[in-house]
């Protein structure tokens, strides 16, 4: 009793350690930022005020491209959006007040755009890389152009002049107090996000969408979500920006400026909220020091970026941090008192699963060729085929990694022929990849985390601590079952090796307690005691499930171990079905595995 | 909203008076803002060996008001944010107690919101008219005053029938062709064209198109840098210099060099000064100008010339007001005049009255074919 | 056909072919390699410079050609080298850098030779008369440049064995190095290729445009609308995507006024990237 007592206080000084430790950025920050007009000058905070306001449209740009792996080129146009709407309101507000409250939608407005413009562009396309960079990109070149055009709107190439700061506080003095509060805010926001769940799942996204998606998280939606925060930001710095310089260009909305936003996120840090918002500050008045007493700085600071972009790519930050390579995300969340994990929300019952004569050609080859079977209940089901068969193929098709060009899929009596992973993931269905694919970056425990979550985690919960430390029985199973994972729960899953990894995905396959799993090889590249025990693990996770499993598997000796049916494919279409002792006799079988028939 | 303006910069003069100084005994400090960077660039280093040659002469004399000038320069080229940050630490940061400016109108705009009224402030370059801040004193050419003798002038020499206006579209672009359809249709000729192009523009095939097409014997050409070097070599290239003339007023000696003297048949440049006028004042200061930067100086062009002429109104109206604080700058500035090498200038409603110059081109560069003398600028400022 | 329209048709041709002329290198080096060369309208602009140094130092202007493909392929072999072959797996990284070579690239310009407007002559640049109309011989002779260097390098991909062995390449590499293709070789010389391109197009282009230190930022802009629309790796996607790019911008242009044909090209390769992002033509 008094041992647990102890137990309990020494978490939960944990836990406020672990507050504590996510704020300190923020408050080093804080502490630097009071003194500096103390100990410079109302001059010098006038001067850091302008890049403390581009340090915050920065850190929108590091968290899009250090957190979630996607590079946004043209940040200016929410920026500029921010700080043209915002000089309507603080020019309105002279007059009037009341209009103060209009600078919130001038806030919200260019992150609903991005929301908007983010949803539409990653509901098509999982590949959010270069080619949304293009599009962002050309934006903000139109934005501009508009910016220039439209000079009734925006005052044209001379800009929207005359704008005074918000009533009660004076640009070269009290503003800067503004200024600093907002980024020291922002840090703090971001710092607290990074170690709440939806941090985790931020870092999951950008190192392996795929595997996101197969767990049913809507990828498009939870990226779009935080290019709409990193709008806001954006708009944000922008406002802010509008009032301590008075004046709005096109400049404010340029490809220019986007990309001095990338350049201090890529110098700073970008995967460090605070290493962002001083990369924007430390550069940016360094140039601008720099600029007066030497002609050439901008090859300095060329020279600088391509020695950041190839030999440092975690800029500055990267440098002071004691971080491992491995550790993406702060892994003391281990600290978080456990507790029991909602439901999990997948479906009960196994869905039933029918192929109708699916097809499926790619480049002139003919992957699938008219593949109907169909599988109702629980039970492994074991596939086997000599290679090109189409196995793998009938998976991929079924979870919208490969398009279909002919039949229908049925899943719980739902169609589902082209709907992305993530819709099939969460009719209930599980897949474990036959190379196995886990996040490599992050931990083992929040590996399996991550797999908890799927179908469990909801709006809000996301942003709460409490998710780090979601426990359910099945989970406790998977660690007696695979001992090997409960030791190396700190590792980086990207150092196990392959045994091991096989059986982390396994186990992540099976924590969203799906009732439909598809198993491509699970036991590539193991040992026969390693396999052995593998599928011993599957039949003990598929009865305690209730679930339906499609087992694609080369080892006869372990599908005969499985006792279940058995499906053969042969060239995109399936050629006998029935238990293993009959299609070993089957003639058609013989001649395909011998190779007498092509 | 004016007393409101007062109490702001009263409040901010206040709190920026808490900010440290520099001041040596015996100089005057003045911020010199010309572009080092961006697209104006080029225009850096002529600007600043006259800004410099200008302080270097005024300090010969005995100095402004008896104190010998302390050049502080700044980057205009920059965005108008970044260009209000360096002028201000050169005003509130170094103690400059003057600023000459010559840049474009998007930094004048954050300069003139910054400064309110508090330190004089000379804007030197052509522009398109119209900033009557208080503490502002404009010297450069305006489109009335390029465009209101010399269109005329063009209509009885060469008896153009149709004219084509083609310029950039921002607001220098559309100020001078509004102006000068007024005194195109006032000459009884026609105005067939009236076109705006944005800066990006590289390929000007379709616009030289309609030019010929329209039957156009005259062209003013209201581009800027680039656009206006790319227009005009394609524009020879099409073979229309021998169909139309073109008037333009924003063509100086860079401009020219990158168009190149075999593009520029039948170019001519209305401007305030040319490095070839031959005045005696001004081959005094172009030999002054090549005596003290030697034969590898930066080319002299109207624009840095400007810079020059800034310093010589400052120093006109320091001696009329006898003092350098911006009221009674203001109460002086109007009737303020001087002789410098564009001849001789006087400050009327913020502006000046000045020589314009019409130059037509040759192997040898710009050749002044006319000379109007002591042109309104056309401008209503109150003072 | 009355002058007017020969005009117009010439003068739309000399777009296309300008066009197509200047996305040639990147649609080799992005096309074909996939990477992201940010400093391509750089190599354009290096080009130019060769004939404005070659004027300068009183040589005959053709040593510009022999010039810039010996800068070019200089730069580019250390670009390649150090710069983009550490750098293939993460196509970000490559972007940013060098998008850095290109703020290099144009600062050292700058240093050499100022900020300012530089001028080429070139004889050939008067009208000469075509039909109803003039047109400057110079611009017909581009055209005919463009067109027979197109072509040029569509036999050498589709008819030589090096070409035979980029495309190998270009399909799958793993496979081609297991044959024995020295991928890593290719690749380079694939990029030194590239960017020479790029040198020629700006070579050509000097006496007909304004040469100053920035113009390679729209060279670069315009290559990739170019290559995202027709599709990477074609000769069609090339042709497909000058063609509808510069089509588009000339006539909006000609309708609505330049401004709104530029804003037509964002707009259209907006939506290709999102509707279409490998083009009309692409290789996959």
């Known amino acids: 009793m008094a041992s647990s007592l102890v137990a309990d206080r020494a978490a939960a000084a944990g836990e406020r350690r672990l507050r504590g430790r996510s704020l300190w950025p923020a408050a080093a920050l804080a502490a630097a930022l009071i003194a500096l007009p103390i100990l410079g000058n109302d001059f010098l905070a006038y001067q850091v005020a302008l890049f403390l306001v581009y340090g915050i449209a920065t850190q929108g740009v590091a968290l899009c491209w250090g957190r979630l792996g996607f590079l946004p080129l043209g940040h200016g146009l929410f920026f500029g959006l921010g700080a043209y709407l915002a000089g309507d309101v603080l020019k309105a507000s002279a007059e009037q007040p009341a209009w103060l409250l209009g600078l919130l939608p001038a806030v919200l407005l260019p992150a609903l755009l991005a929301w908007v413009v983010a949803r539409l562009l990653f509901a098509r396309s999982l590949r959010s890389g270069p080619y949304f960079s293009l599009i962002t990109l050309a934006m903000t070149m139109l934005g501009f152009l508009a910016a220039q055009q439209w000079s009734g709107l925006t005052g044209g190439f001379n800009g929207m002049g005359n704008i005074p700061e918000p009533s009660g506080l004076e640009r070269f003095t009290t503003l800067y107090w503004l200024i600093a509060a907002v980024a020291v805010g922002t840090t703090a926001l971001l710092g607290t996000l990074i170690r709440r769940p939806i941090g985790t799942l931020w870092s999951a996204i950008a190192q392996n969408e795929d595997r996101m998606q197969l767990f049913g998280y809507a990828t498009d939606k939870l990226k779009a979500d935080a290019y709409g925060l990193s709008a806001l930001l954006a708009a944000l710095a922008g406002a802010l920006f509008a009032a301590h310089q008075g004046i709005v260009t096109p400049q404010a909305m340029s490809f220019v400026l986007s990309t001095e936003f990338v350049i201090w996120a890529a110098v700073g840090g970008k995967a460090s909220p605070l290493g962002a918002l001083l990369g924007a500050v430390l550069v940016g008045y360094a140039s601008s020091e720099l600029r007066d007493h030497f002609a050439s700085w901008e090859i300095f600071i060329g020279l600088l970026f391509i020695a950041v972009v190839r030999f440092l790519p975690e800029g500055l930050a990267g440098l002071s941090a004691r971080r491992s390579r491995g550790q993406a995300v702060p892994a003391s969340n281990a600290l978080v008192e456990a507790t029991t994990a909602p439901p999990a929300r997948a479906p009960k019952q196994v869905p039933g699963l029918e192929f109708n004569d699916v097809r499926c050609t790619r480049g002139g080859v003919r992957i699938l060729g008219g593949l109907s079977f169909s599988l109702q209940g629980p039970g492994i089901r074991a596939v086997i085929g000599p290679n090109g068969a189409g196995k793998t193929s009938a998976f991929n098709v079924m979870t919208g990694r490969l398009p279909a060009t002919g039949g229908r899929i049925r899943l719980a009596d739902q169609d589902i022929t082209g709907w992305p992973a993530w819709r099939v993931a969460r009719l209930g269905v599980g897949r474990k990849m036959q190379v196995p694919s886990v996040f490599p970056e992050l931990t083992v425990r929040q590996n399996l985390s991550v797999a908890v979550w799927a179908g469990r985690l909801h709006g809000l919960a996301a942003l709460q601590r409490a998710p780090h430390g979601w426990q359910t029985s099945l989970r406790g199973e998977m660690m007696e079952w695979f001992p090997e994972l409960s030791q190396s729960l700190d590792s980086p899953a990207g150092q196990l090796s392959q045994g091991h990894r096989q059986a982390l995905e396994f186990a992540m396959t099976v924590l969203p307690e799906p009732h439909l799993l598809l198993l491509d090889e699970p036991c590539a590249g193991l040992s026969p005691a390693e396999t052995h025990r593998m599928i011993d693990v599957i039949q003990r996770a598929v009865q305690r499930l209730g679930a339906g499993a499609l087992l694609i598997e080369h080892d006869l000796a372990a599908v005969a171990a499985l006792r279940g049916d058995v499906y053969v494919f042969h060239q995109g279409h399936l050629l006998a079905q029935g238990p293993l002792q009959n299609l070993q006799s089957d003639p058609a079988v013989r001649e395909v595995y011998a190779g007498a028939r092509k | 909203m004016d007393r409101r303006l007062l109490i702001q910069s009263a409040a901010a003069a206040a709190t920026l008076g808490a900010w440290p100084l520099a001041r040596a005994a015996g100089t005057t400090k003045v911020a010199v803002m010309i572009p080092q960077s961006g697209p104006a660039g080029l225009f850096g280093p002529s600007a600043k060996a006259c800004a410099e040659l200008a302080a270097e002469t005024i300090n010969a004399r005995g100095g402004l008001l008896g104190q010998k000038i302390e050049l502080l320069f700044g980057d205009a080229g920059l965005a108008p944010a970044e260009a209000s940050q360096a002028v201000l630490k050169l005003w509130k940061g170094s103690g400059a107690t003057a600023v000459i400016g010559m840049h474009d109108s998007a930094v004048r705009g954050a300069l003139v919101g910054l400064f309110k009224g508090q330190v004089p402030y000379f804007y030197t370059p052509v522009y398109e008219g119209g900033e009557c801040a208080k503490g502002t004193y404009v010297n450069g050419e305006t489109p009335q005053q390029q465009l209101q003798p010399v269109i005329p002038w063009i209509a009885s020499e060469r008896k153009p029938k149709k004219w084509y206006m083609i310029g950039n579209d921002y607001i220098w672009g559309r100020n001078t062709n509004a102006a000068a359809k007024g005194y195109i249709e006032k000459t009884g000729a026609q105005v067939v064209g009236d076109e705006y192009l944005p800066f990006t523009v590289d390929n000007f095939d379709a616009s030289l198109a309609r030019i010929r097409d329209s039957g156009a014997d005259a062209v003013l050409v209201s581009l800027v840098g680039g656009a206006s070097v790319g227009f005009n070599k394609a524009f020879a290239s099409f073979g229309l210099a021998d169909k139309a003339l073109r008037l333009g007023t924003l063509i100086e000696e860079n401009t020219l060099a990158g168009i190149g003297a075999a593009n520029a048949k039948n170019l001519y440049s209305s401007a305030g000064y040319f490095a070839n006028v031959t005045t005696p004042a001004a081959t005094a200061f172009a030999s002054a100008y090549a005596k003290r930067f030697g034969p590898q100086a930066p080319a002299l062009n109207g624009l840095a010339e400007s810079a020059y002429e800034g310093f010589l109104m400052m120093e006109a109206i320091a001696k009329k007001a006898g003092s350098l604080s911006a009221a009674k700058l203001d109460a002086a500035c109007e009737g303020a005049s001087y002789n410098g090498p564009r001849g001789a200038v006087t400050m009327k409603a913020r502006h000046v009255e000045q020589d314009v110059y019409v130059a037509d081109v040759t192997d040898k560069g710009f050749r002044v074919v006319k000379t109007f003398s002591r042109v309104s600028s056309g401008q209503t400022c109150k003072v | ?284």
């Open chain 3, 1 to 284: 056909m009355d002058g007017g329209t020969l005009l117009h048709g010439l003068n739309l041709i000399y777009e296309l072919a300008t066009l197509a002329l200047t996305t040639l290198g990147l649609a080799v080096v992005f096309g074909l390699l996939g990477v992201m060369n940010m400093a391509h309208g750089e190599f354009v602009m290096l080009g130019a410079y060769s004939v404005v140094a070659v004027q300068q130092w009183g040589l005959p202007t053709l040593v510009a050609f022999p010039l810039a493909i010996v800068v070019c392929s200089a730069l580019g072999w250390v670009v390649e080298r150090w710069l983009i072959r550490p750098l293939y797996a993460r196509p970000f990284d490559t972007l940013l850098a060098t998008w850095a070579l290109a703020m290099l690239m144009r600062k050292v310009v700058e240093a050499i030779w100022g900020k300012g407007f530089r001028n080429v002559e070139d004889a050939l640049t008067v009208a000469m008369p075509i039909g109803n109309t003039a047109y400057p011989a110079y611009r017909l002779g581009l055209i005919a440049l463009a067109v027979v260097l197109i072509g040029a390098l569509f036999l050498w991909y589709r008819r030589t064995n090096t070409g035979l062995r980029v495309r190998a390449m270009v399909g799958n590499p793993t496979l081609a190095q297991a044959l024995g293709i020295d991928t890593r070789k290719l690749a380079s010389r694939t990029f030194i290729v590239g960017v020479v391109l790029a040198g020629v197009s700006g070579v050509m282009l000097a006496p007909l445009i304004r040469i100053e230190p920035n113009i390679g930022v729209d060279y670069l802009l315009d290559a990739f609308f170019v290559l995202v629309v027709g599709g990477l790796g074609t000769l069609a996607g090339l042709a497909g995507g000058v063609g509808i790019i510069g089509g588009a911008q000339a006539l909006v242009s000609s309708m609505a006024g330049q401004t709104n044909g530029y804003a037509t090209v964002l707009i259209i390769s907006i939506l290709f990237l999102w509707l279409r992002p490998d083009g009309i033509f692409s290789r996959r």
